[in-house]
């Protein structure tokens, strides 16, 4: 008989003084090798969404740029061709007509104000909406009024006339005593704001804000029911006011 190989009838043991013996893993016994672990990588984002969004902005700054550089071409040639100027104004005559402080510092008064609006373009007409205005002294304001709406040609010159006044306005102690001390003349402002367009042939722009502030004015109070003489002069600034959005440039 030949002869065969049998597992041996007892455990094997360990050598005295060595480490415990265990049973084989499944592994081994079946001569299996365990992979090591590989992380998987991480997704990259796809390019081609990455490539459309780049593609994207740069469409829209060179638009941006477009739009800019025929911006500044269009306001070159408006300027080259109509040489666009400010109107001017300057205060022909302001009159006290009446004027009385009262004891406790209550101020009533009436002005007659005549102002002249000049255009000075050529090929340029405005469109005016009413024009508010106010006369300043320090801290008081002695009336206000408002000058009609109208249409004024390139080239020309337009008179305004209208009445200012105020009742009843309280004044404090100091201003009020001045004013009645200097019945020889005050130092006077005039400040006037409206909205105004532009007509070019048959073409209208949309209205902005204008400020005219015209200063170094001095006009004579009245003594009694006599009018004071009229005093003309001073000098006027234009200031535009334009509006992009939620911003205001002057």
């Known amino acids: 008989m030949a002869d065969g190989v049998y597992p041996p009838s007892k455990p094997t043991t360990a050598r005295p003084g060595g480490p415990p013996a265990f049973p084989p893993t499944k ?20 390019r081609r969404r990455r490539g459309l969004c780049c593609s994207c902005c740069l469409f ?3 638009l941006l740029t477009v739009l800019v550089i025929l911006a500044v071409l269009a306001g070159g040639i408006f300027y080259a061709i109509y040489r666009p100027r400010r109107p ?22 009436r002005l007659d104000v005549n102002v002249t609006s000049r255009n000075p373009n050529k090929k ?23 000058f009609r709406a109208f249409v004024q040609d390139a080239g020309s010159v337009t008179p305004l006339s209208a009445p200012a006044s105020t009742s009843g306005q309280e004044l404090d102690a100091a201003t009020a005593s001045s004013l009645r001390r200097n019945r020889g003349g005050v ?23 204008m400020k005219v502030r015209c200063e170094g ?7 009694g029911k006599k009018a004071a003489a009229a005093s003309p002069g001073g000098d ?9 959005w939620k911003w205001s440039i002057q």
């Open 187 to 209: 130092p006077v402002e005039v400040e006037m704001e409206t909205k105004a367009g532009v007509k070019i042939g048959g073409l209208k722009t949309k209205r902005i804000g």
């Open 27 to 46: 592994a081994q016994a079946t001569g299996a090798t365990r992979l090591a672990y590989r992380p998987y990588p991480a997704k990259a984002a796809p």
């Open 60 to 62: 829209f700054v060179m």
């Open 217 to 223: 004015l001095n006009v004579a109070l009245p003594v």
């Open 88 to 109: 001017a104004f300057s205060v022909s005559t302001l009159r006290v007509v009446s004027f009385n402080v009262s004891s406790s510092g209550h101020l009533t008064s």
């Open 124 to 146: 340029l007409a405005y469109l005016y909406d009413p024009i508010t205005f106010s006369i300043l002294s320090g801290g008081a304001n002695l009336g206000d009024g408002s």
């Open 236 to 244: 006027c600034t234009v200031k535009l006011r334009l509006k992009i």
